[in-house]
């Protein structure tokens, strides 16, 4: 067992959950930026630059920059890369391609923590499915995002989804809480057995983030010592949001208060 699962979960005020709403809100107008700007010829750079300079303008800051020593602001990952892909002037988007952006800030103290995998301009039909059934998985997790449930029960629900599509959940990463740091207790698989885990209450602020894989759930890491790819080089894609956790399910702080989480219709 690692440190911060031994750690005890820690339960937010509705005072502490409003500020992490208002980091979320930044997280997710920054996301929505890059989302219209993640366009063919444009390089994983320029995105990283953007996220950063709309951040500080709403007096916020990158949470990932300098993480354990992480380069960038921006996790960007394209294609066969799973997360913690690092931007780069070398790397231009082209038509076709799946592309993650995670993204996390820290406003006054408090932090959010979010991914949309997108399209760079017309995707084939089997990257275009990917990306819905893993929209998808996180809905079907966050749903039971609400007090009395298990850590466990979420994890099951996205892997029952997931593998039920045909594609596989990611094992070498996880969710977890978030507050006055970026991670915290308690850890969130998105796989897992029903009833299991520690048990969810009110005022408990997770960041549930499934990610899947077109082929097979193993990963590799390259060279550079962050970035996941896919084992068998087939695509993946991530979603992620901040939730707190209530009586009557998830109240999601990365996006504006009373916003539901849209979900396609396109999944066949």
Not at 43 to 68: I, N, V, W
Not at 87 to 97: I, M, Q
Not at 227 to 253: C, K, M, W, Y
Request: net charge negative.
């Amino acid at each position: 067992m690692d440190a911060l699962a031994r750690e005890r979960i820690a339960l937010k005020s509705a005072e502490e959950i409003e500020h992490i709403r208002a980091a979320g809100l930044v997280v997710h107008q920054v996301l929505e930026a890059l989302t219209a700007a993640a366009r063919p010829g444009v390089t994983t750079l320029e995105l990283d630059r953007q996220a950063e300079a709309l951040t500080r303008r709403r007096g916020a800051e990158p949470a990932f920059l300098g993480y354990h020593g992480f380069p960038a602001s921006l996790c960007i990952s394209v294609n066969e890369q799973v997360v913690h892909g690092i931007p780069s002037a070398r790397k231009v988007l082209a038509e076709g391609d799946l592309v993650s952006l995670d993204y996390g800030v820290v406003l006054d103290g408090w932090y959010a923590d979010s991914a949309v995998t997108v399209g760079v301009g017309r995707l084939d039909a089997p990257s275009a499915r990917l990306l819905e059934v893993t929209r998808q998985a996180l809905a079907q997790a966050l749903a039971q995002a609400r007090a009395g449930q298990r850590v466990g029960d979420l994890g099951a629900a996205a892997q029952a989804w997931i593998e039920a599509q045909g594609f596989q959940v990611v094992r070498d990463f996880v969710g977890h809480g978030v507050g006055r740091r970026l991670h915290e207790p308690p850890q969130i698989p998105n796989f897992g057995a029903p009833g299991t885990g520690p048990r969810l209450k009110a005022g408990m602020v997770l960041a549930i983030e499934p990610m899947v894989n077109a082929g097979v759930a193993a990963v590799d890491l390259l060279e550079d010592g962050w970035t996941a790819v896919t084992q068998d080089g087939l695509r993946s894609a991530h979603f992620e949001h901040t939730v707190a956790v209530t009586e009557n399910g998830p109240d999601i702080l990365t996006l504006p208060r009373g916003q539901a989480m849209p979900l396609s219709e396109k999944v066949r």
